[in-house]
């Protein structure tokens, strides 16, 4: 979707009448019917007369295209500024990402910066690797551009910001390589840059052919694709996992916009959910449909691109993880396949001011084909929304036809069902015949520790042998380590423990970083995701009194949103609220104490809790 196309010298006359941000929000209205931000209107107007006092050039052709705000297909994202022309041996597009912004900080995260958003430090991609991200967006899944060998170059224009050792630093060199940067005194500079490329005009409408080309993944994507799983022992189907992911590959070939599929898969955890969507992800992929893998939170995403790809640097393949919220403006069937891992945790509405519509109904409504891998036991939020019955209903609504498979090979907590059964009997989320662990004759290490310190401890030893055991906690300590790194978070002063939750410097890969066993993990880190060895704190929102377990939601943090809005619910909904409450706060720790695949360790702050879990080992 384009929102504005002319030439330089249209783009020129419309700056002119000093009403080009008017233009652009009236154009935005009238496509999307969303007004935008004053914010918004005020940075369209000083960036857009900046790019207009560049061009201003007779070496710039009058008649190269000028394109604001291009929604790229099949995505959320958005491009500033679009310069469409030739430099008389093929067709180029130079991409520039503009930023109003006046200060920077470095920060230890590849390519992101802290800076100022919305009246706060935040902290945010570099505006070079955004740049380059777009354009790895257009050159992976654009059969124009790869049919036509268009040159796609990327650079990004700060006309606010004085030069300083922070957006320029080696440490981002490489995405400043890529795409270059260019601050407030480098307005000659980025004019020399643009007259490499635009010596001649556009002249076959390029942006429109760009706009109309088919989506799909490029031949360099496929041939990445084609090596990533040779060999990973970690992503090696069996039984019912192989069923589901041929099932898939078949309703994927077989769905376009007049006959669409939706594949409802439910299993629990350990049973393979994410080795299918990640095998379904690059077998699609490679076949040359255009897949995605979506999940709402950003953890499983980082971590499967990781494993996938350890040069992190390959925008083609990270542009295949994205967020659930993704499809606001996402055309309808635009994308062949989208495969949605997690999906309990779909939310009702998408985006920060829910200003989006309902994210099953927008899935199903972007892809042909869409495949929902879901265990509703592991609903750990207050805003978590889907269930196999809504997926179901809204699949009928949009005319897809929905066919549904269960996984129960159960790879996590030395392959026991027992061990979920019995867990479940514990925590009373149901009762079970699995009342006692051992004399079940399940075997699964578990144990029960009266101090936080030796589960700290023996969490570092497993942790020696493969980087494969991780300390989590429920969200009972507030997270005072984000504003000062030299706070700690979680703190038992008797039994001389100390801890932060995980750090920033790790993103959404703290589950396999090598250094983030000294940080202690939680919900939102390691859902989705398997260590061998999981240590769990269980904090006072657990407790156990006079033969019932029990929730206390006051005890949780107050910069945990996972129950957000819990009192008014009481208020309003007493009966559902503390059905809800109950739910999410014991799906947390059932989730956080079946991370382990071979083995979990907890301490329970609680001490009746801490006996009863004990007492429940060996009945």
């Not at 200060?103 to 992101?112: N, S």
């Not at 059905?579 to 382990?596: C, D, E, F, H």
Request: with cysteine.
């Amino acid at each position: 979707m384009i929102v504005y196309q002319k030439n330089k010298e249209e783009f020129s006359n419309d700056v002119l009448t000093n009403d080009i941000d008017g233009i652009i929000t009236r154009a935005i209205k009238t496509i999307t019917g969303k007004a935008i931000a004053a914010s918004e209107v005020n940075a369209y107007r000083q960036s857009l007369h900046y790019m207009d006092t560049v061009l201003h050039d007779k070496d710039i052709p009058d008649d190269c295209g000028i394109s604001i705000e291009y929604h790229i297909p099949s995505s959320s994202k958005r491009i500033d500024f679009l310069i469409t022309g030739s430099d008389g041996n093929r067709d180029n597009l130079i991409i520039v990402e503009l930023k109003g912004w006046s200060e920077a900080r470095l920060t230890e995260r590849d390519g992101m910066v802290d800076t100022r958003l919305q009246g706060r430090m935040n902290t945010t991609t570099h505006p070079s690797y955004q740049a380059w991200s777009y354009a790895g967006l257009l050159q992976s899944f654009n059969a124009t551009i790869e049919e036509e060998d268009i040159f796609v170059q990327p650079c990004a224009y700060l006309h606010n910001y004085a030069p300083d050792d922070v957006l320029t630093n080696e440490f981002y060199s490489y995405y400043i390589e890529k795409a270059p940067i260019f601050l407030k005194p480098d307005a000659v500079k980025l004019r020399e840059f643009i007259k490499k490329f635009m010596k001649y005009g556009d002249r076959s409408n390029l942006i429109v052919r760009i706009e109309n080309g088919k989506i799909r993944p490029s031949k360099s994507l496929a041939d990445s694709l084609r090596s990533i799983m040779k060999g990973n022992q970690e992503f090696i189907m069996i039984d019912d996992q192989k069923v589901v992911y041929e099932e898939a590959l078949w309703l994927a070939a077989h769905s376009n916009e007049k006959t669409k599929n939706v594949l409802i898969i439910e299993g629990g955890p350990g049973t393979g959910k994410s080795v299918v969507a990640v095998n379904l992800l690059v077998e699609l992929n490679r076949r040359g449909l255009m897949a995605q893998y979506v999940t709402k939170t950003s953890a499983p995403r980082e971590v499967y691109f990781d494993k996938l790809s350890p040069d992190r640097r390959k925008p083609e393949l990270k542009n295949l993880f994205v967020s659930s919220g993704s499809f606001m403006s996402a055309p309808k069937n635009s994308v062949s396949a989208l495969i949605v891992d997690e999906a309990h945790r779909l939310t009702e509405r998408t985006g920060f001011l829910k200003m989006g519509d309902n994210q099953v109904k927008e899935i199903i409504s972007t892809a042909t084909f869409s495949a929902f891998f879901i265990d509703e036991d592991q609903r750990v939020h207050i805003s978590d929304y889907a269930e196999s019955w809504i997926i179901e209903e809204w699949a009928h609504k949009l005319g897809a036809k929905v066919q549904k498979l269960s996984l129960a090979s159960q790879f996590r907590c030395a392959g026991s069902d027992g061990y979920l059964a019995w867990l479940d009997n514990l925590l009373q989320i149901r009762e079970t015949a699995n009342e006692s662990l051992r004399s079940s004759g399940i075997k699964y290490e578990f144990k029960v520790f009266d101090s936080p310190a030796e589960l700290r401890d023996v969490i570092y030893e497993k942790n020696k042998i493969n980087n494969k055991a991780r300390l989590v906690a429920g969200y009972c300590w507030d997270w005072k380590s984000s504003k000062n790194p030299a706070a700690y978070d979680i703190s038992f002063p008797d039994y001389d423990f100390r801890m932060r939750w995980n750090l920033k410097t790790y993103g959404s890969t703290w589950i396999i970083d090598p250094n983030s066993v000294k940080e202690v993990g939680c919900i939102h880190t390691c859902q989705g995701l398997e260590v061998d060895y999981i240590g769990v704190i269980i904090g006072e929102d657990l407790i156990y009194r006079d033969g019932q377990v029990l929730v206390d939601p006051a005890k949780r943090s107050k910069d945990d949103k996972s129950i957000f809005g819990y009192k008014k619910l009481m208020r309003d909904k007493p009966e559902e609220g503390k059905s809800l409450l109950r739910a999410i706060i014991k799906n947390t720790y059932r989730t956080l104490m079946t991370r382990g695949m071979k083995g979990c360790y907890v301490y329970c702050v609680d001490e009746g809790l801490r006996e009863y879990v004990r007492e429940n080992l060996d009945l």
